[in-house]
């Protein structure tokens, strides 16, 4: 027998930190920590823990400062981080392109309109002094101005136009869309989803979940780091004020040309009302 044999042998099993295989880029209020913690549940990946903003903020500290904020990983585990402004930040794709052309892409989108609230319901958990939401959305403070496209609640819900400036760089066969909706009422169905698309076996499924009545969410029954069933964190699944019916039928109005070329684009319909 070589006496090389268990040296190599010995290093193959040495953690080492890599860059990520795969990025959760979006979208914002999408369900990305859902997705994130399910996903990391799979033997095979590891994830960073919090968001990185490596792309968008931290550039230029550069690729070793990145790979240092990669969680170890063995040989055949896929290295995982989500940062969601990553979809909306206009130099993200270069970047991301130049590190690695075949990286995985995953975005997980929910109706514009509803993650619009979701967003604003998370500015005004910090800061109650904000104005209302339709007071927001629209031009002159008024429902009967122009949708305010510039407020970036509105503005990261136009997905096709953040979408094809991805599409730049990388084919949409690179890119797996996770529907929003579909995370929250039934997770084991979209994870496989994920599982397929990441190469991963199917290990994540139903058993891993279980309906919480009390959070109205699915929770895990155990994960990394809990032996005992869990929920996400309470600034996931809050409750949204409640917006003006006209002030909606507007927004839905506003954002339906732009989620039927969404459709088009990915070959998916969302079903978005
Ligand atoms: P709301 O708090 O508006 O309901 P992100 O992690 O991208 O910020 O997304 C947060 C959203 O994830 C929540 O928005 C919630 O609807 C959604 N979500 C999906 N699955 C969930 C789960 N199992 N538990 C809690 N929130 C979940």
Same mark, same amino acid.
């Given at each position: 027998r070589s006496p090389q044999y268990p040296f190599l042998h010995h290093q193959s099993l040495q953690p080492v930190r890599k860059l990520p295989?795969?990025?959760?880029i979006g979208v914002k209020k999408g369900g990305t920590r859902a997705l994130l913690e399910f996903i990391r549940l799979h033997p095979d990946v590891r994830a960073?823990?919090?968001?990185?903003h490596f792309f968008d903020r931290?550039?230029?500290?550069g690729y070793h400062w990145y790979r240092k904020k990669m969680p170890p990983t063995l040989e055949g585990q896929i290295t995982l981080e989500k940062t969601p402004s990553y979809f909306v930040v206009q130099e993200v794709p270069k970047r991301v392109y130049e590190m690695n052309p075949d990286i995985k892409l995953l975005v997980v989108v929910r109706d514009p309109v509803t993650r619009a609230i979701s967003d604003y319901t998370q500015v005004i958990s910090k800061n109650?002094?904000?104005?209302k939401f339709e007071d927001l959305a629209f031009q002159n403070g008024?429902?009967?101005?122009? @949708?305010? #496209?510039?407020?970036a609640p509105i503005r990261i819900g136009v997905y096709v136009r953040h979408l094809e400036r991805w599409l730049h760089y990388f084919p949409l066969n690179q890119i797996h869309f996770v529907s929003g909706e579909r995370l929250i009422v039934d997770p084991a169905a979209e994870i496989a989803n994920v599982q397929t698309f990441l190469g991963?076996?199917? @290990?994540? #499924?139903?058993?891993?979940f279980y309906f919480n009545t009390t959070k109205g969410f699915h929770c895990l029954k155990k994960s990394e780091g809990h032996s005992s069933p869990h929920c996400l964190g309470?600034?996931?699944g809050r409750n949204h004020p409640s917006i003006d019916a006209t002030a909606i039928e507007r927004l839905r109005e506003f954002y339906r040309p732009f989620n039927a070329r969404f459709y088009q684009v990915t070959g998916i319909n969302f079903g978005w009302p």
């Open positions: 295989d795969a990025l959760v960073a823990g919090s968001e990185v931290f550039y230029l500290k109650t002094s904000v104005p008024s429902q009967f101005g122009l @949708v305010d #496209t510039t407020w991963l076996k199917q @290990v994540i #499924t139903e058993k891993h309470k600034t996931k």
